[in-house]
């Protein structure tokens, strides 16, 4: 198998059945490394590539996303930029919405936040990008105080204080084990 081509203005839904097809057959053993690669770095170069990348990988039901491969993990690192924003973004929103699950006693959906927490805090201690530090440091000020680079984020999605606070502990776990 050879990589998948990346069509150059990708959807985000376009991204997301790419990267349903190229899951299945990275389980199915048919990609090579340099190939996934090749594919993955396509797909996250882009905002809507990589928007729907994370949300199907993230939320897999299967184990793949919890083993990441080092081909993963070179393909989102040549994305620095696009990579960290939606990583630590999505630490963020898995984080509150566990919360929010939980309030309203759905216990399985609150499993599936938790599951995306744990491999986004997974990817981003794996890839190492100084990038992700730096906005995860943004946001976790934000939560803290209500102010700054993410506050309209913040606002965005009306997270309370106990989100906040649940962010800021989930960023400091994240960024606590990758130094």
Known sequence: MTSIPVPENITFEQSIALTQSFMAQMQDGQFSEADLEATLSALVASENGARGFFVT????????PD????????????SPEVVSELLVKNLAMSAAMAIT?????????AQGSDRVQRRTIDLIQKIQLPEVATKAAKLRQSAATGSGDYQTFLERWSYDAEQRQVIQQQIDRALGAAT
């Open 101 to 109: 699950h939980r309030r309203n006693q759905n216990e399985e959906m």
């Open 57 to 64: 990988y993230l939320t897999n039901e299967g184990s793949l």
């Open 67 to 78: 083993h990441p491969t080092d081909a993963v993990i070179h393909a989102l690192q040549s």
